[in-house]
Every structure is written in C-alpha cells, then in structure tokens.
Nanobody, 125 residues
Framework: QLQLVESGGGLVEPGGSLRLSCAASRFSLDFYAIGWFRQAPGKEREGVSCISSITGSTYYADSVKGRFTISRDNAKNTVYLQMNSLKPEDTGVYYC??????????????????WGQGTQVTVSS
C-alpha cells in the first residue's frame, strides 16, 4: 500500500509562510494525482489543492487561491504545498492523499484510500 508522510508543519504568525512536503515510500508517485486537505478543530476535512500526475494541472480551493502553490518533484518522489500570507483560518491538520490516475486533471472527490498521518499547521500571533 502506498505510504505517504507529511512534514513541514509548525507555528507561524499571520502573514508568514510554510512549505509542506508529502513524500512517498515504496512506490513512485509519477502516476498518482496528489491532493492536500486540511481539518480544523470541530470542522470537517476540506480539500485545499491537488495536482495531476502527467500534466501537472492544478486545482485550488477559493480560500487559498493566490496564496498557496502546489508542486511536484518526481525525482524526489515528493509533492509540496507552499503556503504564503497565512491566516489564522488556515490553522488545522494538513493531510496529503493520492490516487492512481493519468487523467489530465485531478479530482478532489477521487481521494479515498491513500492518506498520510497529517501535519499540524498553526497560524497565530
């Protein structure tokens, strides 16, 4: 089974930046679409961004558009989420997920099985 490990979370002041990483072991991510999700305390998990496998096409939730950037480095078998201009409402546990696909676009609804353990992001002064 595909194992995903997130890292890069932490405590940052509003307006600050963090870069999250999602690394895979035992399997190549080359043909997997990768997504980032987050869950704030007391709220449901929400989709943040995803990137397709072949074309690198991306999707962003309206709440993070223009502030977050998803990218992938297949040589390192890692996907990144660069988060800039962070706001307190960005606080939560961030998870990465993957599904096998060679479709040109990713689909946030298709992430069902392969999830990481999450990394905490706290935006607070």
């Amino acid at each position: 089974q595909l194992q995903l490990v997130e890292s890069g979370g932490g405590l940052v002041e509003p307006g600050g930046s963090l870069r999250l990483s999602c690394a895979a072991s035992r399997f190549s991510l080359d043909f997997y679409a990768i997504g980032w999700f987050r869950q704030a305390p007391g709220k449901e998990r929400e989709g943040v961004s995803c990137i397709s496998s072949i074309t690198g096409s991306t999707y962003y939730a309206d709440s993070v558009k223009g502030r977050f950037t998803i990218s992938r480095d297949n040589a390192k078998n890692t996907v990144y989420l660069q988060m800039n201009s962070l706001k307190p409402e960005d606080t939560g546990v961030y998870y990465c997920a993957a599904y096998f696909s060679v479709q040109p676009r990713c689909d946030m609804a298709a992430f069902r099985v392969n999830w990481g353990q999450g990394t905490q992001v706290t935006v607070s002064s």
